[in-house]
């Protein structure tokens, strides 16, 4: 484990509500800090950090390498942010994308021509952790001439196949 000032700080803040809420069992002080020294990282790890994971959107982020891409869908947004700062896909055609990061999942709409538009290209990324993180995540790809102009990142509402 690492220890950062973020840590430090969090642990002394629960030892000082753990403290305090054990001093008001007992009133001897030498007996109240030491189970408040016992009873800290244990209320810190089961109950703060926890919570800290649970309703921050942090990841891990990944390099960008197509195995990846192709091995786990599910942790694509993982590689999002390299990709896109690297610029790695800008200047490729549609079939370096295509080795690249697979066949497309589905095209754009296009409302004008009210049909598909051939030239955006879009894959799912899959879910970002966290408790509030209920959209999915997806990439598009843009192509003039035959080639990646833009790659943009959005968030669309899950679609689940219904039986009937």
């Avoid at 538009?117 to 598009?140: D, H, I, R, T, V």
């Avoid at 843009?142 to 990646?148: A, C, I, L």
């Amino acid at each position: 484990m690492i220890i950062t000032i973020a840590l430090v700080v969090l642990l002394l803040i629960t030892f000082v509500l753990v403290f305090m809420f054990v001093k008001t069992i007992d009133n001897r002080l030498w007996l109240t800090f030491i189970v408040s020294i016992v009873i800290t990282p244990l209320v810190y790890f089961y109950g703060v950090y926890p919570m800290i994971n649970i309703f921050s959107n942090y990841h891990h982020e990944k390099y960008f390498s197509k195995e990846l891409w192709k091995d786990k869908p599910a942790l694509r947004y993982e590689l999002s942010s390299h990709m896109i700062a690297s610029k790695i896909l800008i200047g490729q055609t549609k079939k370096e994308v295509s080795y690249t990061l697979g066949a497309y999942e589905w095209l754009s709409w296009d409302v004008i021509k009210k049909n598909h538009n051939p030239n955006k290209w879009n894959y799912a990324m899959g879910f970002e952790p966290g408790a509030f993180n209920s959209k999915k995540e997806c990439l598009e790809l843009t192509f003039e001439h035959n080639k990646v102009v833009a790659i943009k990142l959005y968030k669309e509402e899950p679609q689940f196949d219904v039986e009937k």
